[in-house]
């Protein structure tokens, strides 16, 4: 059964860090373009970025310059650094997996974690 598996997530103060970690289990890592979204209460969920295979990144405009997408193929691992956190990145943070080419239908989604930013 393929898994991913979201962690890191917390409470942290306005101004603060956190680091999210997804592993990835039962696929073939290297091959998937990998997302982490988001989903506030009362908000439709959205993209905060994505790293292609070869490691090319795309951030929404809310987040850019703050946060961080990164992958370790050989563990089987997508990151997301946040820095300076507001109160407005308050969500449940979702882990993705896409296999370019392939419908996102098809694609993978972890459990997510909470992200609350909050004094």
């Known amino acids: 059964q393929v898994q991913l598996v979201e962690s890191g997530g917390g409470l942290v103060q306005p101004g603060g860090s956190l680091r999210l970690s997804c592993a990835a289990a039962r696929i073939i890592f290297s091959t998937y373009a990998m997302g982490w979204y988001r989903q506030a209460p009362g908000r439709q969920r959205e993209l905060v970025a994505t790293?292609?295979?070869?490691?090319?990144?795309n951030y929404a405009d809310s987040v850019k310059g703050r946060f961080t997408i990164s992958r370790d193929n050989a563990k089987n691992t997508v990151y997301l650094q946040m820095n300076s956190l507001k109160p407005d990145d308050t969500a449940v943070y979702y882990c993705?997996?896409?296999?370019?080419?392939?419908?996102?239908?098809?694609?993978?989604w972890g459990q997510g974690t909470q992200v609350t930013v909050s004094s």
């Open positions: 993705n997996a896409h296999l370019p080419g392939s419908t996102i239908k098809n694609d993978l």
């Open positions: 790293i292609t295979r070869n490691g090319i990144t």
